[in-house]
């Protein structure tokens, strides 16, 4: 019911829009006549009828009262007469009008025609109306058309009334008879299903405990009443007030009001060095006291501002001939020197570590030794695979390599080299099967015999033609290599090639395409590095000069760039443009051996100080990151063709898996998290591993150690 009595409140306030549409019905209520024959009900519907036809008047005074303030004077406000008000309307609709403040007009009528603007007059004509017109005081402006309007002596009352907080309608009665909708009809059914809650018509226990301790309060005296608090305000304002003749308390008071003060930092406290009888060791000797003379020019670099002076007794110390300084300087550092908070800089240790992901998140990657390779008889230097994934070589100190099938761990072939093998590379080319060794001062190019038979006597058929060449070769190229083609004893061997070198051979690396490669001699000086074209069996020196002792060279797998590493750098030289294209710098003592990632903007660098480095090409000339993840010096280290791997294996034995993710987008850097470490070769000499190789295409890594064994993890 209460609800319905709000809801007459505001319809008798405001209006209804059904009161005005029904303004005639309820006027004509005041016309109808009782007759006698009229029952009791229908009075009562009667006098209902009269209430409403009551309100309806008032709500018409109301509505005709609102209206008055959208009536337009009897004087035009536009600079022509008109008597149709659509043809003189700005219609760019709820706008703001600043919109307009750069064009010479201010909006469009019906016929899509602008609006101009009126003349504005300038400060001086503003001046002459104010003491001119009469009106000026009740005159606004426009901001639709920008024309001056005259507010009626109805709208200034009705402005005036609602800045005094009343009725706008001064014929409004707010007081009106009470009209009871609801309530003068009994109902035999209540408005709501649902019966009131008891706690709607019971006291509140919690306010009720609230009230209590608050009655509480005051008889104890905690809190003070209303009057109580006046009493005590008024007798201190008939108390004299007695002010700080030099108002320390006030500027304290005003220095708390400052928002973020900062407080001058207070003097150090005499330490031992100021005491008139300070310990022998705070006196300065003559090396102290020549460095404090030779710091007279400049003060502030000493370390104390006096010179130590030891005396018997307190009586005998004299006056500080300082003092006056001192405090003039304190002075000034308090009156000019600037105050700031250093704000302390707290950073958890678990910040610092780089989050990394989980291996288990990374798999799969190489955890268990799977197959173990015996069958040589001393240190094994190195090893290489078969493009398809068959087969394995691998070479050491024994003077063989032996051919392994990586399935069941069989050694399939045994070819004496005659030399220390350094170094095995099996020709990347898989149309031809062929086998470079480094034994000693020859490289031999070897036909294994194994896989796919056609392959194998089609390699037969290309190495028994020897190619003529009417190319003169330098006696610089002749002195340091000589081809010789393989026959009788060697041939049944499986040797095709011989090349003869001056000097002993290290490395042999392939090409990508299989018909070029090169050959490491760090002895060799300005001829270390030899170039060597297979199919016309032709060598060339690409340096003249010695830039160092050379440990190892790779080719790029994609741009024709060749990868020098020598003792502490790196260089990138360009083989079409023959010049250098970059020069990476190690910070480490000896480069061991080099990988490079199979998209070619990578390298991964193994020294003898027991470091990694890796380069990123695109980024910097330095490392990316450095790894210490090894005890002794890194003598393999080894990337994965397909999947984000990397190994590195070291003389303490242990080989270390990691993963090494490289982006395509150039904004990200790689990402590089080591998984496992494998430790199952025995050190022989104090060697441990001596080469790493990935499987070219299962998750699988091999290693050569000087156990005289290759093992397998998978």
Known sequence: MSRSRDIT???????????????????????????DETSDDNEDE??????????????????????????????????????????????????PMKWYDEYPHIGYDWDGKKLMKPQQGDQLDNFLKRMEDPDFWRTVKDPQTGQDVILSEADIQLITRIQKQK????????????????????????????????????PSKPEARKVSKLVHALKMGWIKSTVEMEKERELKNKERNFYMLWETDDQAEDMRRIHKHISAPKRHLPGHAESYNPPPEYLFDNKEMKQWDRLKSTPWKRKLH????????????????????????????????????????????????PQLPSPKDLQPFPTTLSMVFQGHTDMVRCITAQSRGQYIA??????????WEIATGRCVKTIPCGGVVRSVAWCPNEAISLLAVAADRKILLINPGVGDHLITSKTDQLMEIIPQSDTIVSERVHTA????????????????????????????????????????????????????????????LPFNRSKGLIQCVLFHPIRPFLFVAT???????????????????????????????????????????????????????KPYQTLRLHGTGVRGVAFHKRYPLFASGADDCGLIVSHGMVYNDLLQN????????????????????????FHPIQPWVFSAGADSTIRMYS
Not at 579 to 584: D, F, G, Q, T, Y
């Open 9 to 35: 409140n505001l319809n008798m306030a405001w209006g209804s829009d059904e009161d005005e549409d029904n303004d005639d019905d309820n006027t004509d209520s005041d016309e109808i006549e009782l007759s």
């Open 46 to 95: 009667i006098n209902s009828n009269m209430k409403l036809s009551r309100i309806s008047t008032n709500n018409e005074q109301e509505k005709n009262t609102t209206k008055h303030l959208n009536k337009k004077d009897d004087s035009s406000e536009y600079e022509y007469d008109s008597s149709d008000e659509e043809d003189i309307r700005n219609t760019v609709g709820n706008i």
């Open 167 to 202: 009725v706008p309608d001064e014929k409004f009665d707010e007081y009106a008879p009470w009209v009871d909708w609801f309530t003068s009809q009994v109902m035999a059914t209540p408005v709501r299903k649902f019966p009131e809650h008891k706690r709607s018509f019971l």
């Open 306 to 353: 006096f010179i130590p002076q030891k005396y018997k007794s307190l009586r005998e110390v004299p006056a500080y001939p300082k003092y006056i300084k001192e405090r003039f300087q304190r002075c000034m550092d308090l009156y000019l020197c600037p105050r700031a908070l250093k704000m302390k800089l707290t950073i958890e240790p678990e910040i610092l570590v």
């Open 394 to 403: 691998s070479g050491g100190d024994d003077m063989t390599v032996k051919i």
């Open 481 to 540: 290599v000589q081809w010789e083609q393989a026959e009788g004893e060697n041939w049944q061997k499986g040797i095709r090639v011989i090349l003869n070198h001056f000097k002993i051979v290290k490395q042999v690396t392939w090409h990508g395409k299989g018909d070029y490669f090169a050959a490491v001699m760090p002895d060799g000086e300005n001829r270390s590095v030899l170039i060597n074209q297979l199919s016309k069996r032709h060598s060339q």
């Open 567 to 621: 003792q502490r750098n790196v260089r990138i030289y360009d083989l079409m443009k023959q010049e250098m294209v970059k020069k990476l710098l190690s910070n480490s003592q000896w480069i061991s051996t080099m990988a490079i990632h199979p998209g070619g903007d990578n390298i991964l660098v193994g020294t003898y100080d027991r470091k990694m480095l890796w380069f990123d090409l695109d980024l910097s000339t």
């Open 670 to 693: 790689p990402l590089i998290v080591p998984l496992k470490r494998l430790c199952n070769h025995e050190k022989f000499n104090d060697f441990g591993i001596l080469d790493v190789m």
